[in-house]
């Protein structure tokens, strides 16, 4: 089995790209972060999502925005144009959840405001409303 599942902010927006058969692919890079202090390391994971599933997001996918991604991972090798080896680090996604809100997006609450919400008074049970309910 094969199951990678992380969290992070997108770098940059999502990119959408079309295959010969005319199916879609959308494409977003997620850093990663591991260790901690002096040894903390970050890694970029390149992720996919294919067909209808990606298109339905791709909206939301904007530089910034938290997700969890859940999906098959997977470890491309490739040459830079220097000729020197290199590692791809890709994810395709089965899973994506949208987890928050860029920080330039979020509205500012009045969550500590002290007020109380006015509340109404629930009416009071009487005993002919509970002969309707007894199934006997």
């Keep these: 089995m094969n199951v990678f599942c992380f969290t992070g902010n997108l770098g940059k927006d999502a990119e959408q790209k079309f295959m010969g058969t005319g199916d ?5 890079s997620v850093p990663v972060k ?17 067909g209808k599933r990606g298109e339905a997001v791709l ?11 859940s999906g098959e991972f997977s470890a491309r090798p490739w040459q830079n144009k220097d000729g020197q080896d290199q ?3 890709e994810v395709r996604v089965n899973d994506l ?5 860029k920080d ?3 509205q500012p ?19 002919e409303d509970l002969e309707d309910s007894i199934p006997f």
């Design 109 to 127: 609450s009045n969550e500590y405001d002290q007020t109380p919400a006015p509340q109404k008074e629930k009416p009071k049970p009487s005993f």
């Design 97 to 101: 959840t949208l987890l928050g809100k």
């Design 59 to 69: 909206p939301y996918l904007k530089k910034g925005q938290l997700v969890g991604v």
């Design 87 to 89: 590692l791809s680090l």
């Design 24 to 28: 879609s692919i959308v494409s977003f």
């Design 34 to 50: 591991s260790g901690f202090g002096a040894k903390e390391i970050t890694s970029w994971m390149r992720c996919s999502m294919f």
């Design 104 to 106: 330039s997006q979020i």
